[in-house]
């Protein structure tokens, strides 16, 4: 069981230049999240989704595009790469929402460097 | 608006000490709140999380924590650290989305 997989591990990008993170998950679970952490910061939820097909924004949308169509995938798009968005990226899955026994599951996260 | 406070950035603690990590929340009269722990490079691991009943909650690795409403804490303790315990510590809390704290950064003297 691989759990949740990220590629690439560490990125670094143009400002301006576009990338896509990757994220699968082999568990099933409905529930996929995409957070960044910034030092001091904590965890910030980017976009999540409930279901292939469906997507929400999180806290910190802006800049940012997602798409599942399948269960297993939740790929991360960054269009117009900025300084800002220099930062480790995180997707995390659960069956349901985490108050029910269907705690998050975390990827190791990729580090993205825009200059 | 939820949010999550972990008053220390960094605390360090001698091997065999105990151990008291700090966590306010600020939502809800009756808040889903988790702990979780990041090893270098890592992601994140659930240590322990508490939904309501015994304010006094065990988690995996020795951890335990305690809800405190009156004082909106969720402080997390460990009776012996072991220098295996270094890493970063974060309280969440969650509504309608899971919500973290900044993080104590735990490093552990020989």
């Known amino acids: 069981n691989a759990g949740v997989t990220q590629t690439p591990k560490f990125r670094i990008l143009k400002i301006g230049q576009s990338m896509t993170l990757q994220c699968t998950q082999d568990?099933?679970?409905?529930?996929m999240y995409w957070y960044r952490q910034d030092p001091g910061m904590g965890l910030k939820l980017i976009y999540y989704?409930?279901?292939?097909?469906?997507?929400d924004k999180g806290e910190v949308p802006n800049g940012y595009n997602v798409s599942r169509s399948t269960t297993e995938d939740f790929p991360l798009r960054l269009e117009l790469a900025a300084p800002s968005q220099t930062s480790v990226y995180f997707c995390?899955?659960?069956?349901?929402?985490?108050?029910?026994?269907?705690?998050?599951?975390f990827g190791n996260g990729t580090r993205l460097t825009v200059t | 608006a939820q949010s999550v406070t972990q008053p220390d950035i960094h605390i360090t603690v001698s091997e065999g000490a105990s151990l008291e990590l700090r966590c306010n929340y600020s939502?809800?009269?009756?808040?889903?709140l988790f702990w979780y722990v990041q090893s270098p490079g890592q992601g994140l691991q659930l240590l322990l999380k508490?939904?309501?009943?015994?304010?006094l909650v065990q988690g995996i690795k020795g951890f335990e924590a305690e809800f405190k409403r009156s004082q909106s804490s969720f402080n997390l303790r460990k009776p012996s650290v072991h220098w295996s315990d270094a890493a970063e510590y974060f309280c969440?809390?969650?509504?309608?989305?899971?919500?973290f704290g900044g993080g104590t950064r735990l490093m552990v003297k020989p």
């Open positions: 995390a899955s659960s069956f349901g929402q985490p108050t029910r026994n269907s705690p998050l599951h």
């Open positions: 969440a809390e969650y509504r309608n989305m899971l919500t």
């Open positions: 989704s409930v279901g292939a097909g469906i997507t």
């Open positions: 508490y939904f309501s009943g015994d304010t």
């Open positions: 568990m099933n679970h409905n529930y």
């Open positions: 939502y809800g009269a009756t808040p889903y």
